[in-house]
């Protein structure tokens, strides 16, 4: 689920915090709200280039089977 939240420390710079559609945490530091802002929604537009970790364990574990069989290996349950 997305959220993030950006704060201000009096005499600091702006902390901005994302959480993007699959629950990774990023935080960054700026110097002012605007890029703050910004860097919120770059977070967010490029989420969907990151490979969905699920499928990459999964065609992992296809093909260390995949190499087990080849081996002459007992299968993977």
Known sequence: MR???ITRKKDEWYDARVVDSYGNKYQNYFETAHEANKW???????????????????NAI????????????????
């Open 3 to 5: 959220d993030f939240s």
């Open 40 to 58: 919120v929604y770059y977070i967010w537009e490029n989420e969907d280039d990151k490979p969905d970790k699920q499928e990459l364990l999964v």
């Open 62 to 77: 296809h093909n260390c089977k995949r190499l087990d069989k080849s081996n002459n290996l007992r299968d993977i349950l």
